[in-house]
T-cell receptor, first 116, second 116 residues
Framework: NAGVMQNPRHLVRRRGQEARLRCSPMKGHSHVYWYRQLPEEGLKFMVY????????ESGMPKERFSAEFPKEGPSILRIQQVVRGDSAAYFC??????????????FGPGTRLTVL | AQTVTQSQPEMSVQEAETVTLSCTYD???????LFWYKQPPSRQMILVIRQEAYKQQNATENRFSVNFQKAAKSFSLKISDSQLGDAAMYFC?????????????FGKGTKLSVIP
């Protein structure tokens, strides 16, 4: 049973370029979460999605960042016109539905974004 | 809003000894979950243990156990018989399912070193 998959593991972009980060949840999981980890910091919540719906984007910067989780395919976190401050590790987590909500979140290996 | 505080930036323990990592949290909610995640140098986030707030019994997973003091809003992690592979960053996290979102709130982490 494969875990949460993220690709690429490392991504280098120049300022002003676009970054696309992909996340495939665990089999049977319909909830996806994105978190960002700055150096020497804990993870910060960005967005929570279910298939074709954004449920909570309270942690997403208002500009340049967007996320989607289409009916088919992986979840995508997109960062337009990247700046050096976007350099961080981006983690995706997934969970399955339960009768009372969702279960424990399991994390992918992360994508380390470096903006030159 | 929830907050999670880890007051020990770094800890060390002798191999085979026991160590306790501290965590306090702040929430006004009665229904929530608490977690400890481990992040080794590979940066993969690995679930160590989970505690439901409505359960009085402390969670245990092999050498890992928690001391959950709900009234004091304290959730410490005890690692018994420490092994070299336990060396990692440890993050305490809380999850509140209000308003349909299940975002995790993380502390800043404790770096654990294991001395052979």
């Amino acid at each position: 049973n494969a875990g949460v998959m993220q690709n690429p593991r490392h991504l280098v972009r120049r300022r002003g370029q676009e970054a696309r980060l992909r996340c495939s949840p665990m089999k049977g999981h319909s909830h996806v979460y994105w978190y960002r980890q700055l150096p020497e910091e804990g993870l910060k919540f960005m967005v929570y999605l279910q298939k074709e719906n954004i449920i909570d984007e309270s942690g997403m910067p208002k500009e340049r960042f967007s996320a989607e989780f289409p009916k088919e395919g992986p979840s995508i976190l997109r960062i337009q016109q990247v700046v050096r401050g976007d350099s961080a590790a981006y983690f995706c987590a997934s969970s399955r539905s339960t009768g009372e909500g969702t279960d424990t979140q399991y994390f992918g290996p992360g994508t380390r974004l470096t903006v030159l | 809003a929830q907050t999670v505080t880890q007051s020990q930036p770094e800890m060390s323990v002798q191999e085979a000894e026991t160590v306790t990592l501290s965590c306090t949290y702040d929430t006004s909610e009665s229904d929530y979950y608490l977690f400890w995640y481990k992040q080794p140098p590979s940066r993969q986030m690995i679930l160590v243990i989970r505690q439901e707030a409505y359960k009085q019994q402390n969670a245990t997973e092999n050498r890992f156990s928690v001391n959950f003091q709900k009234a004091a809003k304290s959730f410490s992690l005890k690692i018994s018989d420490s092994q070299l592979g336990d060396a990692a960053m440890y993050f305490c996290a809380s999850e509140y399912s209000g308003a349909g979102s299940y975002q995790l709130t993380f502390g800043k982490g404790t770096k654990l070193s294991v001395i052979p």
